[in-house]
């Protein structure tokens, strides 16, 4: 029937079948789940130095009773958005603006909560001018010391350096038809095949699906999905991811609120840190 194929078909997908779901243009976005997972938002723009860039979106939110600020990749709805938000691709200011609202929910105690879903960063030359790969850096290097839990999750794309601007946390959770690269596919065939066409192959040897990343190490948790793929019941991916969601803060804030909570806290962070790039030599 009907459910067996669906079944059979999406439990032997292919790491570039994984790419697509992951961008499938109906796929929830940030503002999706916002307005599904969310009992209030309210949002917060700026990065009080040059502008307000859509790509990534700030607020103050309430997420299953905890109040939460609320950071994500907006790629907008239609064409008209796409533009806006230049396809959820951030400007240097769009992590300045994030690292600024972070510290501030550091100050408040407020747990943070990301919602990644990126191709990469905009690497054009404007973006370079106003200083791109420092943006992220310092966005990498101060969200690692922020001293309340934080809970990152791919819900689409994560791509590069644009995804690890606002990925550095306590938990990472990546949604079952995400995917998380160190590139994307069409950049890596290009810079290794020159030949962007070669995507498929690309995404085979990359590494990048959910399995994967929890395989080795790099996620902690895949976000089970509707069957057929979050596209096919958005409002039950967000009630999925909400669940998901909320469990992993309730977690991380009894440590948090526990006895010297905020340094078992940062002891732990740093522990799972330095474990990344973990090698045997045989």
């Known amino acids: 029937d009907i459910a067996k194929k669906i079944d059979e078909t999406f439990n032997n997908l ?17 503002t999706d789940h916002v307005h599904a997972m969310c009992d209030d938002w309210i949002e917060l723009h ?3 130095a040059f502008g307000d860039d859509g790509a990534i979106a700030t607020g103050f939110a309430s997420i299953g009773g905890h109040k939460v600020l609320l950071v994500g990749n907006r790629k907008g709805k239609n064409l ?10 951030a400007h240097p200011e769009g992590y300045r603006k994030a690292i600024a609202k972070m510290k501030l929910a550091e100050k408040t105690g407020l747990p943070i909560v990301t919602l990644i879903n990126t191709p990469g960063a905009y690497p054009g030359v404007g973006a370079e001018e106003r200083g791109q790969s420092m943006a992220i850096a310092e966005s990498i290097r101060d969200m690692s010391g922020l001293k309340v839990p934080i809970v990152c999750v ?8 644009g ?11 990546i949604m079952e ?8 596919p069409e950049g890596c065939a290009a810079i290794l095949w020159h030949d962007g066409k070669k995507a498929e192959d690309a995404a085979d040897v990359l590494k990048l699906t959910p399995k994967d990343t929890v395989r080795l190490g790099i996620t902690d948790e895949i976000v089970q999905e509707p069957k057929g ?16 969601i909320v469990r992993n803060l309730e977690e991380l804030l009894e440590i948090y609120k526990g006895k010297d909570g905020v340094n078992r806290l940062m002891e732990l962070r740093y522990r799972k840190l330095r474990k990344f790039g973990e090698f045997k030599i045989v």
Not at 154 to 161: D, L, M, N, V, Y
Not at 229 to 243: D, F, I, T, V, W
């Open 14 to 30: 292919r790491p570039w079948h994984v790419v697509q779901l992951a961008r499938h243009p109906s796929r929830p976005l940030f």
């Open 229 to 244: 793929g979050a596209h096919r019941n958005p409002r039950e991916a967000s009630e999925m991811l909400k669940a998901a």
């Open 46 to 48: 700026g990065d009080r």
């Open 163 to 173: 995804a690890l601007g606002i990925g550095v946390g306590d938990r990472y959770l």
């Open 177 to 184: 038809n995400a995917y998380y690269s160190v590139i994307s």
């Open 154 to 161: 791919t819900i689409g794309e994560g791509g590069s350096g």
């Open 80 to 89: 008209q958005e796409r533009v806006k938000y230049n396809f959820g691709c």
